[in-house]
């Protein structure tokens, strides 16, 4: 697979004409939160009212997040694309503990490397990504994500965006309804 095409399935959901972008950082207990209620927020609203988007957000504190959002990407790239991705975010939602430090700095994690990181999350997601992993220029597609956010403005995860404004008071915190009334009113 290293040497074929490969195209990065876009991580978008609906197809209604408000956007709703959510930049996650798929191991942060809070974004976790956030994605946990996306199906919601479908159901909600409405997949002919609004298209969200998730745009991947990783951070250094978060200390295999480079690992992770890779597999995310190369997920994307599979059979399946954005439904193989989005089984993999779950998975890792799932079991968040496994693929983050304790405080950011120590516990079990440390002594894991990136290919243990890669097999456990095959282990959770039952998604094979290890020769997906290896496409030598899937960098590209991760560093869209990342000139994205920077040229947005945006720094931490989750931060959410309506029809390209950030939105700072929204919160992970909220309830799917708040959401839906953000996006839509009434």
């Not at 991947?56 to 690992?67: A, C, E, F, R």
């Not at 993999?88 to 290919?115: L, Q, S, W, Y």
Request: aromatic share 8%; net charge negative; charged share 25%.
């Amino acid at each position: 697979m290293t040497d074929a095409q490969w195209h990065a399935d876009p991580l978008t959901w609906g197809t209604g004409p408000r956007s709703f972008e959510i930049f996650l950082e798929p191991t942060c207990p809070y974004s976790v939160r956030a994605f946990n209620k996306l199906d919601a927020l479908l159901s909600q609203a409405g997949e002919d009212k609004i298209t969200v988007k998730i745009r991947l957000q990783s951070q250094p504190w978060h200390m295999y997040s480079g690992v992770i959002v890779r597999c995310i990407i190369a997920a994307s790239t599979l059979e399946g694309g954005k439904e193989t991705a989005k089984k993999v975010m779950a998975a890792i939602a799932a079991h968040r503990e496994e693929f983050e430090f304790d405080h950011h700095a120590d516990g079990a994690n440390m002594d894991v490397t990136p290919n243990q990181i890669i097999e456990r999350l095959e282990g959770y997601s039952g998604v094979a990504l290890q020769d997906a992993f290896a496409i030598p220029d899937l960098d590209r597609e991760i560093k869209w994500h990342c000139k994205y956010a920077r040229q947005n403005g945006i720094h931490v995860s989750p931060t959410f965006m309506i029809d390209g404004l950030a939105q700072a008071d929204m919160s992970s915190g909220d309830e799917v309804g708040a959401w839906v009334q953000k996006l839509l009113g009434s």
